[in-house]
């Protein structure tokens, strides 16, 4: 077993782990290339993370997936090959550009009916979608400031039993920074990991995939 300091790098595993695992969609290749020649953020989750992310969906029988944060629908599209047949997937996302490409591209899927794109700031579309009844899986994903709050939200939509995730909960590093000295966004995201480690409506811990990905089981 190799000891802290004592292995080969991380990275170098996780090399491995995706040499050996991940089988990307070339819908989903498709769909970087696309993202980058529009100009679009290249800040879709890696390839392992959307491997796990839609290992854990399938692994909860998912049937409803509620996605914080778009862009180009690169882990919706992930996620949503995990679900049934009659499963369906919301992902809310306040650019207009974003949203449609990713409508594009749900449609390519052939998943239209079952996947929708909803345009807005997440924080003014959540409340509604508490109307809409309990979600299996929240994955959150969007602007890092609102991570504390978009915890709140998905505490009162998850289902028992359903699975909260949220993707960069190690911000690169910068999670370990001292909090005088870091930025609103690693400010946010360590409060976040803070209050989600000793949140008593979850059972939670960070998988060391990709930027990191929070777990948590709904209680
Ligand atoms: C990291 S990207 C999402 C990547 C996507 N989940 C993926 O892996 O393919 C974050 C997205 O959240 C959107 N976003 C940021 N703040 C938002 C907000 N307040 N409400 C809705 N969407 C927001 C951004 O426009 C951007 O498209």
């Not at 695992?21 to 970087?32: I, K, M």
Request: with cysteine.
């Amino acid at each position: 077993m190799s000891r802290d300091g004592a292995g080969p790098p991380r990275a170098e595993l996780e090399q491995y782990a995706t040499d050996l695992f991940v089988r990307e969609d070339p819908l989903l290749a498709e769909l970087r290339a696309e993202m980058e020649s529009r100009d679009l953020p290249m800040i879709q989750v890696p390839a392992r993370t959307g491997l796990l992310l839609s290992i854990l969906v399938r692994a909860c029988g998912a049937r409803r997936i509620l996605e914080v944060g778009t862009l180009g629908g690169y882990s919706a599209l992930w996620m949503a090959s995990s679900l049934p047949p009659e499963g369906r997937l919301l992902t809310l996302e306040q650019s207009p550009d974003h949203a449609e490409l990713a409508r594009e591209f749900i449609h390519r899927a052939g998943r239209s009916e079952h996947m929708e794109v909803r345009v807005g700031n997440a924080d003014e579309l959540l409340p509604g979608v508490e109307d809409e009844g309990k979600w299996d899986v929240v994955f959150i994903d969007a602007d890092k400031e609102r991570y504390g709050s978009y915890l709140k939200q998905a505490e009162r939509l998850l289902r028992p039993g359903g699975l909260l995730l949220a993707d960069n909960v190690f911000w690169q590093g910068r999670i370990l920074e001292e909090t005088g000295e870091a930025d609103e966004s690693t400010k946010a995201l360590q409060e976040f990991n803070r209050a989600l480690a000793g949140h008593a409506s979850f059972d939670a811990t960070i998988l060391p995939v990709g930027d990191g990905v929070a777990l948590g089981v709904r209680r």
